[in-house]
């Protein structure tokens, strides 16, 4: 059959690291068995793979096989009355929700991208800033069928296959290729939203506007000043936002400019970055509190800058993000946030949110009921190094867990005691199917 075709130092959305390997794309679905009959023989390990929006390795396989499953993106269903849709895997959020939107529907749970596929998002339990509502998007998942490569095609319920179908929801696509999922969905009254911004000065003060926040507005996300020192340690920005009660006008789609080359590695230095962030946070507090925003731009503000990664230079960025527990989550980011600022690393892209206590269905699912602060850091390898076993220590001691999507260099022991059903999930780990993430933290 010979599909696969040999690509070389593929990046990862933080373009680091990269990988070599043998790479076919699924345009049918049909066309999924012979393809990992073809990988098991001939090219070792296999991996399903969507957009590449993974931070780090979770979506690679260096040495292996890859399916692309872009090209197997159809629309299969659609019940308004039921309030399910029905699509392949390859399928991206921004293609559904251009079906749904106009419908007077939405995805009740989505990530900071609209350029993710169905299988990515289910793979990788997404969440979103509604978490303390909806859970994550492996609570709205209704059935899924699975292609394994001893050639069982299985369909995944919560009834039918449950701890496969647990597996499958956060498992990382080592559980077999995702060949079509069902998911709900939720009626949309407004496609305009009603938003708060609040600065808030203290660690104190974002936990309190969240707890304040958490039963009558459906969205709240923060961004949060990693530099900021001494008395200023903990300001940030908070937002909050609701749907409206009517709707006006038509759903835009915007874009903006596209980032045409790799930065200077030096732009992003501690200096401009405090500057940045002095102006960012000065201009929140100063300038509208309450205001109306369209939905695409408030869900996904990145997507509006393409290729947005080269902002950190040739050398790539890593993201850090954990989540620690309710009872420890203050003092925990605090801590973090204090070695951050003194390390002069970090960038403007810093968020702190809380989860709610809305279970995840993954045994790998990342969100649990307590704080997530996700930071973007240019890629200054020992340095950058360094400061991560410093918060992986903090993370470690507070109980808490770092993102596998987001994650580049894990290690097996961190990974482990942050995911307890680690052991038993590896029991549904397809034999043929692997990651360059998988190979590292299951050492």
Known sequence: ??????????????????????????????????????????????????LGRSYGDSGTNDGGAILDMVPCDRL?????????????AGISLDALLRFLL?????????????????????????????????????????AMELRRSDGATLLLTPDQNPDLFAAT?????????????????????SNRLEVERLPFHSLADF???????SDSWEFTVAWVDCLARETSLGRGLF???????ASDGPVRFPHGPTVPADLPAGLLNKHGLRLFNDLYFTAGRLGRQAYRQELIPFFFPLDAIGQWNRCYGRAGFYQYQCVVPTESAEGAVHELLDTISKSGQGSFLAVLKTFGDVTSPGMLSFPKAGTTLALDFPNRDRD???????????VKAARGRLYPAKDGRMSASMFKSG???????ASFVDPRFSSTFWRRVSA
């Open 1 to 50: 059959m010979n599909a696969f075709r040999r690509t070389e130092n593929r990046r990862s959305w933080g373009r680091i690291p990269t990988a070599s390997q043998w790479m076919a794309p699924v345009h049918w679905r049909d066309e999924i068995a012979a393809l990992i009959d073809e990988a098991s023989k001939s090219r070792g390990s296999l991996l399903a793979v969507g």
């Open 239 to 245: 937002s909050r936002a609701r749907l409206g009660l």
């Open 102 to 142: 106009p419908r007077g529907f939405i995805v009740p749970v989505m990530p900071g991208t609209r350029f993710v596929t169905l299988g990515g998002m289910i793979a990788n339990d997404v969440h979103g800033k509604n978490h303390h509502r909806n859970g994550t998007f492996g609570k709205w998942v209704r």
């Open 384 to 394: 950058t190094m360094a400061l991560f076993e410093r918060l992986d220590a903090i």
């Open 207 to 213: 936990f309190r506007i969240a707890e304040e926040s």
């Open 419 to 425: 995911y307890p059903e680690a052991d038993r999930f």
């Open 169 to 189: 929801i956060g498992g990382l696509g080592l559980t077999g290729t995702i060949a079509w999922a069902e998911i709900a969905v939720l009626p949309l009254g």
């Open 76 to 88: 299969l269903a659609f019940d308004p009355q039921a309030k399910v849709i029905r699509a392949e």
